[in-house]
């Protein structure tokens, strides 16, 4: 029996004010692909955005903007409002809608990353070994780059979204520490 195979992916962009979306799916020759729907659900929030043709279509690539995602409302087209990180329910479906779709749980974490690189920018590396001050440094950013992955494994395979967001949180407070100049 001929049918669509589904798939999105989400890809971690470092701009803040874009959620990117691209539309992996494999469909099939025998079906006609009608009533495309992409849903997403923001961080926080108990209802989603839809969107359909003619943006939503076979193959699609979209950029969704804070602006596009309706939680900002003035100046759209100028100023471009951060998105911000945490886990987006993102649902795609063609008809039947009810029977036809995929669901995923993505982890946004592009404001925990430019806080990362930023950090790194500051660090003070040659090009042999560094200082052991330096090499502390580098090893605590490993342990927090690891627990930002293991946030996204937590949400995206193992599909436990609050487990994540207390490994993201975590993380963050140890980007925040590391960033402050004036804490012990």
Do not use: W
């Amino acid at each position: 029996m001929a049918q669509h195979i589904l798939s999105l992916e989400a890809p971690d962009t470092m701009n803040l004010g874009i959620l990117r979306i691209v539309d992996t799916s494999v469909y099939s020759p025998l079906i006609p692909v009608t009533c495309p729907k992409l849903a997403v659900t923001l961080p926080g929030f108990n209802y989603s955005v839809e969107f359909t043709e003619p943006a939503i279509s076979a193959g699609f690539i979209v950029n969704l903007t804070a602006c596009d995602l309706q939680v900002q409302t003035a100046q759209c087209g100028t100023v471009l409002n951060n998105l911000p990180d945490g886990v987006y329910i993102i649902k795609y479906s063609v008809s039947p809608n009810d029977q036809v779709y995929v669901e995923y749980n993505h982890l946004r974490i592009t404001y925990a990353m430019t806080q990362y690189q930023k950090i790194l920018c500051e660090l003070d590396l040659g090009t042999c070994d560094p200082p052991v001050i330096i090499k502390e440094k580098l090893n605590k950013l490993r342990m927090i780059r690891m627990y930002l992955e293991a946030a996204k494994a937590k949400v995206e395979v193992c599909h436990e979204p609050q487990e994540g967001m207390q490994l993201y949180n975590y993380a963050l407070k140890l980007l925040n520490k590391m960033e402050c100049r004036t804490c012990k």
